[in-house]
């Protein structure tokens, strides 16, 4: 359902920086993880990262931090300026649907 995964049409990339995998499950702290994704028009786009904080940033969720980007790169901010990054961004949604992937340190891809 997440990220156009409904829609045929929309082509979605996952990028590991660094190629990083998880050490016994877990991804070490400073792990990134950008998704992007858009239709065969390039209409639809959307950018998501995760980036692994540890030291018990988000102990409830293993300690990724949620972020939405920008087409430059840089954290996108919503209609109020905010900076849309944080433990629980989009009021926990994010989180509350990669829990579905907790086995998996809540990264669905690999
Ligand atoms: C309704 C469920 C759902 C919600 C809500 C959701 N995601 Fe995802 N996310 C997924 C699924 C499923 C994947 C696996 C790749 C795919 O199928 O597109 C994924 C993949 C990702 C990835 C690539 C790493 C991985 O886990 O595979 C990132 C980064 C990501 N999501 C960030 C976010 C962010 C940031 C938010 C909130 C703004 C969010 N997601 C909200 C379901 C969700």
């Known amino acids: 359902m997440a990220h156009g995964g ?30 992007h994704l858009k239709n065969s028009e390039g209409i639809v786009e959307e950018r998501t990262a995760v ?11 293993g300690d990724w931090e949620w972020f939405m980007l920008a087409p430059d790169g840089k954290i996108a901010r ?18 509350q649907c990669h829990t579905a992937a907790k086995a998996k340190d809540y990264v669905f891809s690999k």
Do not use: H, S, W
């Not at 082509?11 to 990083?20: A, I, M, T």
């Not at 980036?51 to 969720?61: L, S, T, Y």
């Open 51 to 61: 980036v692994k904080r540890g030291n018990d940033f988000n102990a409830e969720g």
């Open 78 to 95: 919503d209609e109020n300026g905010n900076a849309m990054r944080g433990a629980n961004l989009m009021n926990g949604m994010c989180l």
């Open 6 to 35: 409904n829609d045929e049409t929309v082509v979605r990339d996952v990028y590991f920086k660094d190629g990083q995998l998880p050490v016994n499950g877990i991804y070490p702290v400073g792990t990134i993880i950008v998704k």
